[in-house]
Nanobody, 125 residues
């Protein structure tokens, strides 16, 4: 069974950069569309970015367009989220799960997705 482990979070100043990693085991990421989801303190989890299994389609939430970049390395069985120009509103826990892409901006977690621990990103001065 596919297991995804998030890492790369940390504390960074506003305007800074972080790259999150989503490493897969028990399965091949090429078989899945994968999305990154953000849960800010006290708020619902929301889709940030997602990439199709073949890499041919990428979606970004409007709030991160131009700042975040999602990519996948099939050799390493890993999906990345590079986050630039970080803002305090980006603070929260980030998760990666199998995802369905909707339209050009939306990422919907697969109904059977298993949520891991996530990785915490804190943007503050």
């Amino acid at each position: 069974q596919l297991q995804l482990d998030e890492s790369g979070g940390g504390q960074v100043q506003p305007g800074g950069t972080l790259t999150l990693s989503c490493a897969a085991s028990g399965g091949t990421l090429r078989d899945y569309s994968i999305g990154w989801f953000h849960q800010a303190p006290g708020k619902e989890r929301e889709g940030v970015s997602c990439i199709s299994n073949g890499g041919g389609q990428i979606n970004y939430a409007d709030s991160v367009k131009g700042r975040f970049t999602i990519s996948r390395d099939t050799a390493k069985n890993t999906v990345y989220l590079q986050m630039n120009s970080l803002d305090p509103d980006d603070t929260g826990v980030y998760y990666c799960v199998p995802t369905v892409l909707r339209g050009s901006s939306y990422c919907v977690a697969h109904p059977d997705a298993s949520w891991g621990q996530g990785t915490l990103v804190t943007v503050s001065s």
